[in-house]
């Protein structure tokens, strides 16, 4: 069964320094992978994936993640922090079961914070 | 496009009464999704839809029912709530349809405020 972990409940960044949050999955297939963000009392929207190809994954407001199978990691990162990135972060495993529906497995969450 | 709804925005019932939760999609999805979020917990799978018809437990189906209206309609019922059952109810939608087509987006709604006193 599939399963992410999340390091770290609560990260903080000065504005202008590397954000890192950390994720690690465990998964008996090759895994699909994704990060969301939510922003006070919103849904959640969808920042990257990965599926197959590069593992090396770009997405919206500067955001990158690299897929480590070594590692079993799938890493968020964003050189550059802005305050507007102040949000909740979570990681997903797509569950690859036949007829799953594509359910996704989240983490428990990590919320950046952003100082001035 | 309004893509997911979800109503209520905020509910507050008391222990033992039952109410449903409205979502629709108009992004003619195959797949939809009902989470509650919960501190420190993530989000955690009540029930799902893989198309219109067919309704599948998640992690933490105990004390809600479901029902898929229509391809576009998703609805939660509470029979009879809970203070366990305070959260906030995300509802989502996906194009992954029974052939197995995976990796695909979902798209979240809103969310439902629920406390239950």
């Known amino acids: 069964a599939q399963s992410v972990t999340q390091l770290g409940s609560h990260v903080s960044v000065s504005e202008g320094a590397l954000v890192l949050l950390r994720c690690n999955y465990s998964?008996?297939?090759?895994?699909?992978l994704f990060w969301y963000v939510q922003y006070p009392n919103q849904g959640l929207q969808l920042l990257l994936k990965?599926?197959?190809?590069?593992?090396l994954v770009k997405g919206i407001n500067g955001f990158e993640a690299e897929f480590k199978k070594s590692e079993t990691s799938f890493h968020l990162t964003k050189p550059s922090a802005h305050m507007s990135d102040a949000a909740e972060y979570f990681c997903a495993v797509s569950d690859r079961g036949y007829n799953q529906g594509g359910k996704l497995i989240f983490g428990q969450g990590t919320e950046l914070s952003v100082k001035p | 496009n309004a893509g997911v709804t979800q109503t209520p925005k905020f509910q507050v019932l008391k222990t033992g009464q039952s109410m449903t939760l409205q979502c629709a999609q108009d992004m003619n999805h195959n797949s939809m999704y009902w989470y509650r979020q919960d501190p420190g917990m993530g989000l955690r799978l009540i029930y799902y839809s893989a198309s219109e018809g067919t309704t599948d437990k998640g992690e933490v189906p105990n004390g809600y029912n479901v029902s898929r209206l229509n391809k576009r309609e998703f609805s939660l019922r509470l029979e009879s709530a809970a203070p366990s059952q305070t959260s906030v109810y995300f509802c989502?939608?996906?194009?992954?349809?029974?052939?197995?087509?995976?990796?695909?987006?979902?798209?979240f709604g809103p969310g439902t405020r629920l406390l239950v006193l």
């Open positions: 989502a939608s996906s194009e992954v349809g029974l052939a197995g087509v995976i990796g695909e987006t979902q798209y």
């Open positions: 998964s008996s297939v090759p895994p699909y």
């Open positions: 990965y599926t197959t190809g590069a593992t």
